[in-house]
Structure formats: C-alpha cells, structure tokens
C-alpha cells in the first residue's frame, strides 16, 4: 500500500515562502508522475503543479508560474513545492498526488493534505 505524506504547511504572511515535502512510502514512485493539487474552501480541486518522472517536464497552473516550482528526489523518494511571493489566493488545503500516467485522469494515489494559510 502506497501513503504519501505532506508536510511544511503552515500560517505564512503575503510575500513569504515555504516549502511543501511530499514522502512516499510503500513502494517505489520513481515511475510515478507527482503531481501537487489545491483546495481552497468552498471550491473545488484544482491542478497546482506536477513532474514527470525524470524530472525533465514540469508544468504549472498559470496562477503560480514564476513562483512555484515542483522538483523531486527519486533517492527519496520524495516531491517538493517550492512556493515563493505568497497571496492570500494561495490558500487551501495542498495535496501530493501520484500517477503511473501523469494525465491525473484518475490518480493512482493520493495524500492527506497539508493546509497552507496566507495572511494580508
């Protein structure tokens, strides 16, 4: 069985950074497109970033090119969001995903989440 855990949430005001670690245990992702999605309240999922397996194609929603970037390190099997010049918009809930396909479609595996709060 496959967990992936999140963590680096937290509170962080206008402006700052963090930096979100996704673990995978279980098994092995090193095939595994990971992907990190977002949900605020009273809205739905929606795509943040992801990378494919080798690391060489990344891809982002526009609402956060040129301040998040996703990387990855197979030996550890673990993903990161790095997330710079933090808005109130980026508040949600963040989820690390996992897909043998990277079309997310329908997601092999999913994490718990992590709350991320902006404060102005």
């Known amino acids: 069985q496959v967990q992936l855990v999140e963590s680096g949430g937290g509170l962080v005001q206008v402006g700052g950074s963090l930096r979100l670690s996704c673990a995978a245990s279980?098994?092995?992702?090193?095939?595994?497109?990971m992907g990190w999605f977002r949900q605020a309240p009273g809205k739905e999922r929606e795509f943040v970033a992801s990378?494919?397996?080798?690391?060489?194609?990344?891809y982002y929603a526009d609402s956060v090119k040129g301040r998040f970037t996703i990387s990855r390190d197979n030996a550890k099997n673990t993903v990161y969001l790095q997330m710079n010049s933090l808005k109130p918009e980026d508040t949600a809930v963040y989820y690390c995903?996992?897909?043998?396909?990277?079309?997310?479609?329908?997601?092999?595996?999913w994490g718990q989440g992590t709350q991320v709060t902006v404060s102005s």
């Open positions: 995903a996992a897909d043998l396909t990277g079309d997310w479609g329908s997601t092999d595996y």
């Open positions: 279980g098994r092995t992702l090193i095939l595994y497109a």
């Open positions: 990378i494919r397996w080798n690391g060489a194609n990344r």
